[in-house]
């Protein structure tokens, strides 16, 4: 039998920023990951402090951002390397009202620290109306991320590479495991869950593309009109996600792939070759608020799901209040609580 403190079921954004929760107070742990892309792998990595088609924030944005500047100094640390890419957001305007819009906004107290007012115009695509700076917004490097923290798992006999069987769970123990506590972060797996399969997380579909570019640009801005247009390499960019909220197969919807590639001829007209297309399933809550929580029975099962549209902030900032919660009692905010459903 092998000790551990923790199994964490997943391998997405609510993993490993709980994993590294795991690692920062030397807790042991063993991580199961099914080896499929999760939403997470094919997630457009960006860091926004705004809701870019209305001009506002949202809940806690200030904090979590703060809160992800500090997790990715503390990972440097073990991986060597800061997955954050400070390059900010330009909004492509899509006409004068959005532009007087965003003036407006830079005056009120909330918005002033991300909207910049001095707007430029830039070469190559089609900007007639100019282009906006959201401060303090970046990108994580999202296949830098996964990739190393895969390897620290392995290299520290962390990583359980096979899908996690539930009919094999008892109350401390899986297979050869002992274990205090389990932390469920499957994404929409959790429908397979018997432990947590009725959560309300519903399932919302997205699709990027990546694009070889004929013209590229003097800059390194991740642009957006209707989505996000940035660089991976020197060769190919990265164009996405779109939303649908139907249910889906697990397959390419060639009506999205054609979707993204009029949205991106909409602003760049120079020739692009699509090289690759993906998918995934963003785990959405009604409410916008992740679900954290404990089984009724089992109360050293856990949930950490819900992470919807914005899996870095969301999920690196909860992490640490799902640790807490086990760990030192902290009660949980009732906005993320599992136990909202309960009323
Ligand atoms: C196209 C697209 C673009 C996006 N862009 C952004 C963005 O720019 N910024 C942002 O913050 N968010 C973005 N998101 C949202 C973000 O990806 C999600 O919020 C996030 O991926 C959810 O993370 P998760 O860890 O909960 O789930 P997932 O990433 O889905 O990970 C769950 C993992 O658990 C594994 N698993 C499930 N069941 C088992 C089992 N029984 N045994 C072993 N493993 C199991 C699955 O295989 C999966 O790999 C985007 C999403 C999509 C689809």
Same mark, same amino acid.
């Given at each position: ?22 690692? $920062? ?10 080896? #499929?892309?999760?939403?997470? $792998? ?14 506002t924030t949202?809940?806690?944005?200030? @904090? ?32 004068? $009202? ?7 906004k830079? %005056?009120t107290e909330e918005l002033k620290p ?24 970046? #990108? ?14 392995? %290299?520290?006999?962390?990583?359980? %590479? ?35 399969? $009725? ?35 020197? @060769? ?10 139907? &249910? ?9 792939? @054609? &979707? ?10 120079? &020739? ?16 916008? #608020? ?30 640490? %209040? ?22």
């Amino acid at each position: 039998m092998k000790n551990v403190d923790y199994i964490i079921v997943g391998d997405g954004y609510a993993a490993l920023f709980f994993a590294h929760q795991l690692i $920062q107070n030397r807790k042991s742990f063993a991580i199961f990951s099914e080896g #499929r892309k999760s939403a997470s $792998q094919v997630s457009a990595g960006i860091i926004n402090p705004l809701v870019l088609k209305k001009f506002t924030t949202f809940w806690l944005a200030k @904090e979590q951002i703060d809160f992800l500047h500090e997790t990715l100094n503390e990972i440097e640390k073990y991986t060597g390397t800061n997955y954050l890419i400070e390059e900010n957001i330009r909004r492509i305007f899509h006409d004068e $009202q959005e532009k007087a819009l965003w003036l407006s906004k830079c %005056e009120t107290e909330e918005l002033k620290p991300f909207l910049n007012p001095d707007f430029e115009t830039l070469e190559t695509i089609r900007n007639p109306y100019g282009t906006g700076s959201v401060n303090k917004s970046a #990108r994580l490097n999202v296949d830098g991320f996964f990739r190393d923290f895969m390897s620290y798992f392995k %290299e520290n006999g962390l990583l359980v %590479e096979e899908k996690f069987d539930y009919s094999l769970l008892t109350e401390n123990a899986y297979k050869d495991f002992q274990f205090k506590n389990i932390v469920f972060c499957e994404g929409m797996g959790v429908k397979g869950n018997p432990y947590f399969s $009725q959560i309300p997380v519903i399932p919302n579909k997205g699709h990027h593309i990546k694009v070889k570019l004929s013209e590229r640009f003097t800059h390194q801005y991740t642009l957006k009109k209707k989505h996000f247009l940035f660089p991976l390499n020197d @060769e190919i960019h990265y164009y996405g996600g779109t939303y649908d909220p139907n &249910e889906r197969p697990e397959e390419i919807d060639d009506f999205k792939t @054609e &979707e993204l590639i009029t949205g991106l001829s909409e602003f760049y007209p120079p &020739e692009f070759q699509v090289e690759e297309v993906n998918f995934g399933f963003r785990p959405t809550v009604k409410d916008r #608020r992740p679900i954290l929580g404990n089984h009724a029975e089992h109360k050293n099962f856990y949930v950490y799901n819900g992470l919807g549209a914005r899996g870095i902030l969301n999920g690196c900032y909860f992490s640490k %209040e799902l640790y807490d919660h086990i760990e030192n009692g902290k009660s949980l905010m009732p906005e993320v609580d599992l136990k909202r459903y309960n009323k």
